[in-house]
């Protein structure tokens, strides 16, 4: 019996072309690469630790966050819990994205100090490792997997960061006079070859919060929707939002309410 | 410790596919840290894969191969039920065996 | 007094279903202050990016209060004072080298929190703009410039025009989506007068 032994594709991404290198032809195949390295993302491997992390006791007060972190959808579940936030959470009196409220647990529940996490709360371009709380975002996003964005509206409380994060997308200041929606406030515009969602459009926001959290192949980290709202405002030349601060969420609100009743496909690949 | 690996492997028409992520640095040995220094070599030299008790795959990579890297292979011959056994070795000698079911 | 009662009973259920129905509960404007408030609680410097940066300026504000489109008494005062902020060549000389201004058009770098703050900025130009027929990775945020000047010619007006334009985009619309260059400090004197050969100059491959 002779095993006949196809190399598929050992994938070996260096990103290095310039901007202007890029062409539309490019950005086509690039997609193309990218659809197929869905089926085997990265992210997995996150995903995995992230699993670890949830079910492991740890911090000082030693618990789970299985057993101890409501994410909205009872103690220790995590299905439907990523597509179902930003939410209003009682006991935290304050309406957190999926991230903020994972901080919220490990902070309150394990014992976690907040500074220690939101000290390096992301992966640096050359790290080998992402921060357990990547890993625990991508875990708790695969639970969503193919499921609506369901972000609960009828709610005041999460209606007012919606509206908040709305009027905060179209602030104007700093140097070069940007909000959110200079760049994201309109159809079928680009920086350089980079398209931008708009983002008040069903559309717009869907491409806003979709493959969030992300493994991002330049640099091969694993990044999540509190990194890209961080890198916007850096791009728009603002000071930095703090870490799972109120002001990311109603952000991250404003963008999930927007695409609403569209599918989440789980963790994803960017470029 | 290496992390684990996440293989999956299923039949698709006469042959099994099998994909497999792992979890590694991949550093070539070339790039500097911030402080400009050299960031020594560190990257999966070896890699076997077994199906059913047999060898089918005895291959080496190298700095090439990206972080985190993907691999994927049609295996003929292979049926559901058998053993997937994936072994990787690296320059340091860290190594990782991890295994799964052809679904 | 019953019929009383039972009048603000109804208005107390009406008001109820409204909250339900899931509307915004407070204004536009009531917004945009918990908007302005967030921000000032929630952001910090980091780098060159100060904390500062966060309070709007009087054309920002303008600009913020009435979505882009401030009535036409207020544009028009704003403009005028943008418009008289412009610093011209002492020298009287607009235009520069197109091949320098084609650098300085490509370069995105300045003002972020990971650029140095002792680095030049760049223009940032083709962020947004089609410029150059050699370069086809360009935004489309703004309008496309390639031809701009074969069209216009290279006046004397059209100089200072352009000049003026790049130094401050909000003397001629008041909300541009495009920042003020030059009365932001991010582009020298010299620089825009690169800009404005890249654009204006007969030899410059954007007129060819």
Known sequence: ?271 | MADPMKIRASMKGDAAEVRILMSHAMETGQRKDAAGNTVPAHFIQTITIDVGGKRVVDGQIGTAVARNPVFGFKIKGAKAGDKVVVNWVDNKGDKRTDEATVA | MKTLAMISGVTATVALLAGCAGGPSRSEAEYRQLAMETIKRDFQTKGQAKYERLTADELQQACNAHGNNPPEGIAKKLSEAQYATIKRPADGKYMGDWKQGEKIAQSGRGFTWSDKATDPAGGNCYNCHQIGPNESSYGTVGPSLLGYGKTRGDSAGMQEYVYSKIYNAKAFNVCSEMPRFGHAGALNEQQIKHLVALLLDPASPVNK
């Open chain 1, 1 to 271: 019996m002779k095993k006949r032994i196809v190399l598929l594709a050992a994938v070996a991404v260096a990103w290095t072309g310039s901007a202007s290198a890029q062409t539309k032809d490019a950005n086509a195949e690039f997609e193309k690469f990218r659809a197929e390295m869905e089926e085997s993302n990265p992210a997995e491997l996150f995903e995995v630790k992230g699993e670890e992390l949830w079910k492991a006791k740890r911090g000082p007060k030693k618990v789970s966050l299985a057993d101890s972190c409501d994410l909205g959808q009872g103690v220790g579940k995590i299905e439907g819990a990523y597509v179902k936030a930003p939410r209003y959470f009682a006991d935290a009196d304050a309406v957190m994205d999926i991230e903020r409220r994972i901080v919220w647990c490990m902070t309150e529940k394990q014992g976690f100090k907040f500074e220690d996490i939101a000290k390096k709360p992301f992966q640096g371009a050359n790290d080998n490792n992402a921060p357990d709380i990547t890993n625990l975002v991508t875990y708790v996003a695969s639970g969503s997997r193919n499921m609506e964005f369901d972000m609960p509206m009828h709610d005041a409380k999460v209606r007012d960061a919606f509206e908040t994060g709305k009027a905060m997308a179209a602030y104007r200041a700093g140097p070069y006079d940007f909000s959110c929606n200079t760049c994201h406030g309109a159809d079928g515009k680009r920086i350089r070859m980079q398209n931008l969602p708009n983002l008040s459009s069903p559309e717009g926001a869907l491409r806003g919060v979709l493959g969030w959290p992300g493994y991002r192949m330049t640099g091969g980290v694993m990044l999540t929707s509190q990194w890209r709202m961080n890198d916007c405002f850096r791009q728009q030349r603002f000071p930095e939002p703090k870490y799972a601060s109120q002001a990311v969420t109603n952000l991250i609100a404003y963008m999930t309410g927007n695409a609403n009743g569209q599918m989440y496909k789980g963790p994803g690949i960017k470029r």
